[in-house]
């Protein structure tokens, strides 16, 4: 009897390594599994992540608190700041040649956007400056929590030609002061010479 009790104390022990040494193993085995799955969205290419923020911010995103919650899965600031004028553009470039990018580590790039500046807007005095040229802006790309995030530069918006004009129209039927009317279709008009 006593062996048998014995044999049963030495079975347990074996049990009791075996689920310690299995509840060791097993996370460590899963750890590539759950860092392949935290690390997935840095395996895609930033210049998808980039280009998707400029094309927001291409379609107006950013002049509006309410648009600007879309915005957030692509920066890593948490307000956008108050801008007294928005930039004009005809169009943009997103590089995607590696070759060109600056790349800082593993995780920390700089990627070149090519900007073609028709002028700026000031929402103020509704007015329009021309400043015709193409401006290469380097967006600072880094994985944060996981995913790339832009950090940096803050830039005014960046707003498409055709948006623009669409929000300085729908300005010019909501606004009820003549002064403001006249500068607004003053604005419109600039605005359609600038594309030409």
């Given at each position: ?99 060109q990018w600056e790349v800082l580590s593993e995780i ?24 015709s040229h193409t401006e290469v802006v380097k967006f600072h790309v880094k ?54």
């Amino acid at each position: 009897m006593q062996g048998t009790g014995h044999k049963e104390t030495g079975n347990r022990v074996s049990r009791r390594a075996l689920a310690v040494i299995v509840l060791l193993t097993v996370p460590l085995c899963l750890v590539p599994f759950v860092a392949r799955a935290l690390i997935g969205e840095m395996k895609k290419d930033p210049t998808e992540m980039v280009t998707q923020y400029v094309r927001l911010d291409e379609r107006g995103a950013r002049l509006d608190a309410l648009s600007f919650e879309t915005l957030k899965p692509y920066i890593d600031w948490k307000e956008e700041p108050a801008w007294g004028h928005a930039v004009v553009i005809a169009g943009y470039k997103v590089v995607d040649d590696v070759k060109q990018w600056e790349v800082l580590s593993e995780i920390d790039v700089l990627i070149p956007v090519e900007f073609k500046i028709l002028g700026l807007v000031y929402w103020e005095t509704a007015s329009f400056i021309p400043e015709s040229h193409t401006e290469v802006v380097k967006f600072h790309v880094k994985g944060i929590r996981d995913r790339w995030r832009i950090v940096d530069p803050i830039l005014p918006p960046h707003v498409g030609h055709k948006r623009m004009g669409q929000l300085v129209r729908q300005a010019l039927i909501d606004e009820t002061a003549t002064a403001r009317q006249s500068a607004l279709s003053t604005l419109r008009d600039e605005l359609q010479k600038a594309r030409r």
